[in-house]
């Protein structure tokens, strides 16, 4: 079996991902260092316990995920659930590998680009062929769905491709035009969303604000679950690994529902 050096195999990332130009909540890159060569990774959406238990199990060197741990205003103390997990990783020589903001921003291999894939989205494009964009850090994607006329045909659509209802807020018979996405936990920009034209939004998450300033704006928005958004940049990346380094590389999907 064909294996690379755990350093090697960061740099790769960090350069693949661009991550060293975002500014970001949480470190990104290998976060905890485990044994010297990686030849069978496990990814996931997030560094959770299960997650971890399941790379032992399965004899794993490695654990990519999209969210990692030691988050910017998080408890520093190792202990509790932050000590079981760092225990799991440390005791079984496992490396750690996370990418937060560069895993939803990659043009290719991103959660934006990812979602726009399953969903059937077509992106706005610039005309250097790069995604047409908006938000903080450019992480707002712009685009359109062709083949849906209506705010209940994209729900419709979510739900089938996503697997779980989305939360909408808007007439479901509201016709669509500009449509903006993001993945995760990005409610705080529908109104970059709005600047920009969109007459729908899709993210993960919802505030309690959100149904306001939908309501208000007339611009639907439609909450289709955090990890269930973000469930395929990590896969499209594991791919990319394997393909690169001839490694073994398994997607691990443990269902959220937030």
């Not at 294996?3 to 990104?28: G, M």
């Not at 903001?101 to 062929?129: C, F, I, S, Y």
């Not at 908006?134 to 705010?151: F, I, M, Q, R, S």
């Not at 993945?183 to 306001?212: K, N, P, R």
């Amino acid at each position: 079996m064909s294996k690379v050096d755990s350093h090697v195999l960061a740099a790769w990332l960090d350069d693949t991902l661009q991550a060293a130009r975002f500014k970001d909540y949480c470190p990104n890159g290998l976060q905890v260092e485990g044994r010297s060569e990686v030849g069978h990774i496990i990814t996931g959406v997030t560094a959770s316990e299960a997650l971890l238990r399941i790379a032992v199990e399965r004899g794993a060197d490695a654990v990519l995920v999209h969210h990692g741990w030691m988050w910017r205003n998080e408890d520093r103390r190792v202990i509790g659930t932050r000590r079981t997990r760092m225990a799991l990783a440390l005791k079984n020589d496992l490396n750690l590998y996370a990418y937060h903001l560069p895993l939803d921003a990659h043009p290719t291999l991103g959660n934006n680009a990812q979602l726009a894939r399953v969903l059937g989205l077509q992106p706005e494009r610039r005309d250097d062929g790069a995604p047409r964009t908006c938000g903080p850090d450019n992480l707002v994607w712009l685009g359109a769905a062709p083949d849906l006329a209506t705010l209940g045909q994209l729900a419709a659509r979510i739900q089938q491709r996503l697997g779980r209802q989305p939360l909408v807020v808007g007439n479901p018979d509201q016709p669509l035009a500009r449509i903006a996405w993001c993945t995760g936990g990005a409610q705080g920009m529908l109104a970059d969303a709005i600047d920009a034209g969109a007459t729908a939004y899709i993210t993960g998450e919802a505030s309690e604000s959100t149904f306001h300033l939908a309501q208000e704006t007339g611009v639907a928005f439609l909450g289709a679950g955090h990890h269930a958004t973000e469930r395929y940049g990590i896969q499209a990346l594991g791919h990319a690994v394997a393909e690169r380094f001839g490694i073994k590389v398994e997607f691990v999907d443990l269902d959220n529902p937030v």
